[in-house]
Structure formats: C-alpha cells, structure tokens
C-alpha cells in the first residue's frame, strides 16, 4: 500500500486511542490494554522505512543527478518545493559547518 500514497493527498491512519483494541483490531480485556503511540510509531517507522528504501535504491542516481533529482523524489510524495529546499538547504550548511564539506550532494 506504500507506493499507492504517492497518488494519495492524503493519509488518514484510525487509532484506538482507548488501547482496547489490538494491532489486528480485535477487542482486549482491561488486563491487556494496548498502547496506541505504539500504533502511531509503527506506521511512522513504516514510512520512514519506505523512503529510506526508495532512497537508497536510487542513491547512484541521485548523487549523480544532484540536488534537483533528490527534491523531485520527494515532491512525489507530496511535499512542497519550498520545504524540500529548506531541508536541502539546511542539510547542506550542517555538512559545511560541522563537517567541513562544500556541499551534501
């Protein structure tokens, strides 16, 4: 389902914020409430997970293309042009600052 939210505007994820309900959505007893940031962490590890993956599977790419290739990876997934620089940007004044290098790509 990962990849079907490139064409998504949205993501919309349902927590039991009760805990009475397992990760299945089956009804527990009062003896073995669920934690639901545990649910929210999960699907957050999830999305991490498949960036990281998309990432890396084009990282020859990238570093070839450079900056413009890595801020049109991420505006498939829906994100601003302009938040995408600032992190860019962001990313590439910590590399020179603390790591003494000219640029991050």
């Known amino acids: 389902f990962l ?4 064409d998504a505007d949205v993501l919309v994820h349902v927590v039991d ?3 009475k309900s ?5 009804i527990v ?4 409430l669920s934690d639901p940031m545990n649910d929210l962490a999960w699907i957050r590890n999830e999305l991490l ?3 990281e993956s998309n990432l890396t599977a084009r990282w020859d790419t990238i570093a070839r293309k ?3 290739k890595l801020a049109d990876m991420f505006s ?8 995408i620089w600032d992190v860019l940007l962001g990313v590439e004044k910590y590399m020179y600052e603390e790591k003494q290098q000219d640029k991050a790509l």
């Open 29 to 32: 007893d009062s003896t073995h």
């Open 76 to 83: 498939g997934y829906k994100q601003q042009q302009r938040i």
């Open 22 to 26: 397992d990760n299945e959505g089956n």
């Open 17 to 19: 914020a009760s805990g």
């Open 49 to 51: 997970q498949w960036i």
């Open 3 to 6: 990849d079907d939210l490139t």
């Open 66 to 68: 450079g900056r413009r």
